[in-house]
Structure formats: C-alpha cells, structure tokens
C-alpha cells in the first residue's frame, strides 16, 4: 500500500477508508504500527522490487539518488496519513 506504481493515489484514498472503517483488531493494529514505525525510523523502510528495479535502472536523466528520496518521502506521506486517519477514528 505504500508503493505508488502498485497502489495508485485514487486507490490509496480508497483503501485508507477501507482500513479506517475496520473493526477494531490485530488486522488494523498491524497496519498502524507499520506506518508509526516507518515515521518513527525511516532508515529501515524496506523497498519492494519494483523501487529497487528503479533505483538499479533509473530513467534516463534522472538522478539515483533524488528518485530514491522522492520514493522515501511518498512512503513516509502515505505512512503518516494512515497514522492521522487512525488518530481520527
């Protein structure tokens, strides 16, 4: 849920309300200590394969290291915006 080429922004909207709609249980509880523990390290948020092909094989011009940031701070925003919409629950 945190890859935006798996998980487009249209069907994250969707899928934060799904998640905050849940029930109360480990399920939903898993899902808020992934995203508290993201914010809390970034250092250990792991890429799926999808980054790591892009990060290994970046687009033609673009810098390595600013697209793996760009993909850090989407992470992260998603992570946080999981946190606030379980604080509002």
Not at 31 to 41: N, R
Not at 57 to 77: I, T, W
Request: aromatic share 6%; glycine share 6%.
């Amino acid at each position: 849920m945190y890859n935006v080429e798996r998980v487009p922004v249209k069907h994250f909207k969707i899928l934060k309300k799904y998640i905050k709609g849940m029930p109360e249980g480990p399920t939903k509880q898993r899902v808020l200590e992934e995203a508290l523990k993201m914010i809390e390290d970034p250092s250990k948020i792991a890429y799926d394969d999808i980054e790591q092909g892009l990060f290994n094989n970046p687009p033609e011009g673009e810098d390595r290291g600013a697209l793996k940031e760009r993909v850090l701070q989407a992470k992260l925003s998603r992570a946080g915006k999981l946190a606030k919409a379980f604080s509002k629950s």
